[in-house]
């Protein structure tokens, strides 16, 4: 029941979240200065990185069918039900078809059977 986004700041949303379920990571960053840090949830896991001092979501991907999108998303439904549930035209690459939002870009990756077979949020 917790929403968040791109660019949120990480540690209220860390902590109406709670520990993470399956742990956390961290190393080095070569998208962001300093260190890449993983929280590991239950249907998802987030990357948090420190941004002009704040720590800020960078990275949203779900892992399985327990969580969905705010647009109804969830790991192996139909793609074409997916993308009627986007608003725009995505650019494709292969199986992956990307969706860009102000400053985020949502990304849907084929399984190559017409199924969602992954799901993910980065900065555009």
Do not use: H, W
Not at 79 to 102: C, E, H, I, K, W
């Amino acid at each position: 029941s917790v929403k968040f986004g791109i660019f949120d700041g990480a540690e209220p949303i860390l902590s109406a979240l709670g520990e993470p379920v399956n742990g956390t990571f961290e190393s080095e960053s070569c998208a962001y200065q300093g260190k890449d840090y993983f929280y590991y949830y239950d249907g998802f896991e987030l990357m948090v990185n420190d941004i002009d001092g704040t720590l800020r979501i960078t990275g949203i991907t779900l892992s399985d069918d327990t969580v969905q999108t705010p647009q109804g998303l969830k790991i192996g439904m139909a793609l074409d039900t997916a993308l009627s549930l986007m608003d725009g035209t995505p650019v494709q690459n292969g199986q992956v078809y990307r969706f860009v939002s102000g400053t985020a870009a949502l990304m849907l990756r084929d399984a190559g059977d017409g199924t969602l077979a992954a799901i993910s949020y980065t900065a555009a």
